[in-house]
């Protein structure tokens, strides 16, 4: 398997705080992704990141921000969040497009009441 | 990127072949299709992917269309543990503004009975 993990695992949080959510490979890729699924939804893009500091927004960006200060470690961060935000989220890296695999982590659960 | 096109649900006797079918016909050159699945809430699981020849893997076959316009996985021998969602996706190079995402539509749920 892929070396990427997440964390944390599940989150429960209350509406207005900040949350940090890690994504954390070992595999030195260079493209890393933020993904969040709803019930009956598929995966929607938050953010992504194509390099070191090299960041992106996706269709469901509002409310979020990411930072990627090395290669290994992206961050997603709600600064202040809403029930809304209540998903699960997953992280995904890949070493380009086209015709190179994308490896997913097992997500995070996150409940903002 | 291109869009794709996927029965919502399908089912398949234990034991028989799942063949999924997908539709891409906006796909471009060079934009690759992939495959993934999902079982339950896990990460989705990458299956194949290919460009315009078929591919096969140890998991499933991935037949492509002269055209390119359309696709079908083939799972040749479905067990109860193949029942997830599946997705195709068109995908292009990470280069211009692609950046390699991947773009998710609703996928099919295949149900693979006893």
């Known amino acids: 398997d892929a070396g990427i993990t997440q964390s944390p695992r599940h989150k429960v949080t209350e509406t207005g705080t900040p949350v940090t959510l890690r994504c954390h490979q070992t595999e030195n890729h260079r493209y890393m992704y933020w993904y969040r699924q709803d019930p009956g939804h598929g995966l929607r893009l938050i953010h992504y990141s194509y390099g070191v500091k090299d960041t992106d927004k996706g269709e469901v960006s509002d409310g979020y921000s990411v930072s990627r200060s090395k290669t290994e470690d992206f961050l997603l961060t709600l600064e202040s969040a809403t029930s809304s935000q209540t998903s699960v989220y997953f992280c995904a890296i890949s070493p380009g497009g086209g015709n190179t695999e994308a490896f997913f982590g097992q997500g995070t659960r996150l409940t903002v009441v | 990127d291109a869009k794709t096109t996927q029965p919502p649900s399908m089912d398949c006797a234990e034991g028989r072949a799942a063949n999924l079918p997908c539709n891409h016909s906006?796909?471009?050159?060079?934009?690759?299709v992939y495959w993934y699945r999902q079982i339950h809430s896990q990460g989705p699981q990458y299956i194949i992917h290919?460009?315009?020849n078929n591919e096969t893997n140890e998991m499933a076959s991935l037949i492509i269309t002269e055209d390119r316009k359309s696709s079908t996985l083939i799972l040749p021998h479905a067990t109860l543990r193949d029942t997830a969602v599946y997705y195709c996706i068109v995908r292009g190079w990470a280069g211009g503004t692609s950046y390699g995402k991947l773009t998710f539509g609703q996928g099919t749920i295949l149900t693979v009975h006893p």
């Open positions: 906006t796909i471009s050159g060079n934009e690759y």
């Open positions: 290919g460009l315009k």
